[in-house]
């Protein structure tokens, strides 16, 4: 498979929690974005690293990224009800066109 | 956000029909994609198209075809459907290869029967 895998597949947690969700890919990227989808709906863009790039934040989201292992994380601080969701990584090749190759996804629920 | 539309977004066929799916966008991005979504897969990518009438396969492009006369639409046909290809697509565009965030429509539902 080409694609990045997320861990773990769920999590369940309670509001104040952190969340955090691992990705994982094969092949040498340009850079690695993460997504969010709300049950029924399309994808919502989070976030974007560069390959030269370790860690990036967005209010209450963190990402990193180890190239040499292949791998990234995407933290949420202080997570809300309205958090929950599905998050998937996409990573951008680093040859030729630009497309997204996405992983199958962490589905998170928070509880109130 | 890019203001992306995709229709119908609910669908039933039969087995052998052929399907349209359409999207519209209003961004001016020069990059579309069609993606399909199935449990266990995440979103695998079907066709994508990098300018008008400029078009190119994507990882599972068998029993589907696109096209792209204008900017705006992007059109995904499916040329005699398949309980296989019951799934939930997603049309995405971007603005291009630089920023690499894509925006998504709300997807279209088929199911075929």
């Known amino acids: 498979s080409q694609q990045g895998e997320e861990d773990p597949q769920a999590l369940s947690i309670q509001e104040g929690e952190n969340a955090t969700m691992n990705c994982s890919y094969k092949?040498?990227?340009?850079?690695l974005q993460w997504y969010r989808q709300n049950s029924g709906r399309g994808l919502v863009h989070l976030i974007l690293?560069?390959?030269?790039?370790r860690e990036k934040h967005s209010g209450r989201l963190r990402v990193t990224l180890d190239t040499s292992k292949k791998s990234s994380s995407l933290l949420i601080t202080a997570s809300r009800a309205a958090d929950t969701a599905s998050y998937f990584c996409a990573t951008v090749w680093n040859t030729g066109f630009q497309k997204l190759v996405f992983g199958t996804g962490t589905r998170l629920l928070v509880s109130p | 956000d890019a203001g992306i539309t995709q229709s119908p977004r609910h669908k039933v066929t039969e087995t052998g029909t052929p399907v349209t799916l359409r999207c519209h966008q209003t961004e001016n991005h020069r990059y579309m994609y069609w993606y399909r979504q199935d449990p266990g897969h995440g979103l695998r990518l079907i066709h994508y198209?990098?300018?008008?009438?400029?078009?190119d396969k994507g990882e599972v492009s068998d029993g589907y075809s696109v096209s792209r006369s204008k900017t705006e639409d992007f059109l995904l046909t499916l040329e005699s459907a398949t309980s296989s290809q019951t799934s939930v697509y997603f049309c995405a565009s971007s603005a291009g290869r630089e920023t690499g965030e894509l925006f998504f429509g709300e997807g279209s539902r088929l199911t075929v029967l």
């Open positions: 690293i560069r390959s030269n790039e």
């Open positions: 092949t040498s990227i340009n850079n």
């Open positions: 198209s990098y300018g008008v009438k400029d078009t």
